[in-house]
């Protein structure tokens, strides 16, 4: 037996297949920790878009008190890409595949938010970076991933953020 598509059948795979190679793969790690707590972890994994990776490399991650403060945004966002966190069991580690937009989004706001402890500095960054745009978003995180001194890049993306003026 010989399967044969239609055009817009073969257009349809064939623009699906070339869409996951064209673009970088990211995968969000959910770990459900002790008592109510979560531990969330963004992953960029090796795919033809970015040949220079040999194996999955951490963007970044956040968890404790700072998560519990954005936790709500978070749920929001990943609700709005069908993504539930609400049944997972003590112990347990779930894997999710993010596109590239909401990857940057989450990687970047942990990276800026993990060290902080001011609680109004937190909710003006984390409103800061869910008001960027991909490529805004984009630019900050690889500087912080791949400049000499990312703490400097990141201190000085919450202080523009932060700015009241």
């Known amino acids: 037996?010989?399967?044969?598509?239609?055009?817009?059948?073969?257009?349809?795979?064939?623009?699906?297949?070339?869409?996951?190679?064209s673009t970088p793969q990211y995968q969000l790690k959910v770990e459900k920790l002790p008592g109510s707590d979560l531990s969330l972890e963004i992953?960029?994994?090796p795919s033809p878009a970015t040949p220079h990776l040999k194996n999955p490399k951490r963007v970044a991650g956040i968890k404790g008190r700072n998560f519990?403060?954005?936790e709500h945004r978070l749920l929001r966002q990943l609700k709005q890409i069908n993504i539930d966190l609400t049944k997972l069991q003590?112990?347990?580690i779930k894997d999710f595949n993010l596109d590239e937009e909401q990857a940057l989004r989450m990687g970047l706001m942990f990276r800026v938010l993990a060290p902080m402890r001011n609680r109004e500095n937190i909710r003006f960054c984390a409103e800061g970076?869910?008001?960027?745009?991909?490529?805004?978003?984009?630019?900050?995180?690889?500087?912080?991933m791949?400049?000499?001194?990312?703490?400097?890049?990141?201190?000085a993306l919450r202080c523009l953020l932060t700015d009241q003026n």
Request: aromatic share 14%; glycine share 6%; charged share 20%.
């Open 1 to 21: 037996m010989v399967a044969t598509l239609s055009f817009t059948q073969f257009s349809y795979n064939y623009d699906s297949f070339t869409k996951n190679l």
């Open 43 to 45: 992953w960029q994994l």
């Open 68 to 70: 519990a403060l954005i």
């Open 90 to 92: 003590r112990g347990e």
């Open 129 to 144: 970076i869910e008001a960027m745009g991909k490529e805004e978003a984009a630019y900050w995180l690889g500087m912080a």
């Open 146 to 155: 791949h400049r000499k001194n990312p703490r400097r890049v990141l201190m």
